[in-house]
């Protein structure tokens, strides 16, 4: 890393590889959900008005999954907690997984641009709720009284990933992206390392192997998360003591 920035602020972005190791799946690649599922059939806003149920069952699934007693954060997730509680600087996590597991970890400011597996969000009056169970396609919002109109609380292609003002505000000011977990095959998030470049700061891919983006990023750390992740903080920490 260069000399001439002091570490100042950080920006953390997460793929569904920083929680493979916790076993939940990641889209892309062998065993991925894209395996089973089609894209265009789950996520996206016309999937859900053409098959509502088969959407709900794809999500049903996953929370089922996600609150199993055997799905718990893992050291990559541990470790950037641990990095937040010891960084005197600016520091933020966005997210493209929508599972909880930064937070149950102990992480403070998580961004979840695509939205959380655990809140439900009704169409018809935009109450956004906290769901730990099954959504039926034909369940009654409990706020406006319509039935049919909660969907998972998601953003699916086509639709504004949420809190980018405020994640370009903080791209452009850091002095480090880590970008991890990630197959840089998804817009916007793909794109961050970009706007890094561009304001000048250090940007360090951490994934199982080189993403489609790979080329765009100063350094580059291939291996498990749960291993790279952490030594990677505890020498940044060091480095910047
Ligand atoms: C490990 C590991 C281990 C495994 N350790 N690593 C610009 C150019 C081209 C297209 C577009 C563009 N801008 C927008 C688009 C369109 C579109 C898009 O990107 N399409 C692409 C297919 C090209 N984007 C959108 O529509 C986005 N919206 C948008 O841009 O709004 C603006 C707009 C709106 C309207 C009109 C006009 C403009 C929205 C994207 C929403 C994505 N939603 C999903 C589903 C969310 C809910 C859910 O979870 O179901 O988000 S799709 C899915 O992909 C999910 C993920 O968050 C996202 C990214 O996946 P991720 O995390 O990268 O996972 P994988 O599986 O692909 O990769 C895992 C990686 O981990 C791999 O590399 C492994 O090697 C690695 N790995 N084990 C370390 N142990």
């Known amino acids: ?68 007693s055997d799905v718990r954060p893992n050291p990559a997730h541990i470790a950037l907690a641990d990095f937040e509680q010891r960084f005197d600087g600016d520091f933020i996590l966005v997210t493209q997984n ?14 979840h641009m695509h939205g959380e597996l655990l809140k439900k969000r009704c169409q018809n009056c935009g109450r956004i709720s906290e769901v730990k169970r099954d959504i039926s396609i034909d369940q009654v919002c409990d706020c406006c009284g319509e039935r049919g109109t909660l969907r998972p609380h998601v953003v699916w292609f086509g639709e504004m990933p949420l809190e980018m003002d405020r994640i370009h505000q903080a791209l452009r000011k850091c002095d480090v992206f880590l970008s991890v977990g990630t197959s840089g095959n998804v817009y916007p998030a793909a794109g961050f390392v970009e706007i890094v470049n561009a304001s000048g700061g250090h940007s360090v891919e951490i994934n199982l192997q080189p993403s489609a983006v790979q080329s765009s990023f100063s350094q580059k750390l291939y291996g498990p998360a749960g291993e790279t992740l952490p030594q990677f903080l505890q020498q940044l920490h060091v480095s910047t003591a």
């Open 1 to 68: 890393m260069g000399k001439a920035r002091s570490l100042e602020s950080v920006v953390v972005l997460t793929g569904a590889g920083i929680s493979a190791e916790s076993g939940l799946p990641t889209f892309s690649g062998d065993g991925g959900l894209w395996e089973k599922y089609r894209v265009e059939d789950v996520a996206s806003p016309r999937a859900f008005a053409r098959d509502p149920l088969l959407v709900q069952r794809f999500y049903n699934t996953r929370r089922r999954r996600l609150l199993a």
């Open 98 to 111: 929508i599972d909880h597991l930064h937070e149950q970890a102990g992480s403070a400011e998580v961004v």
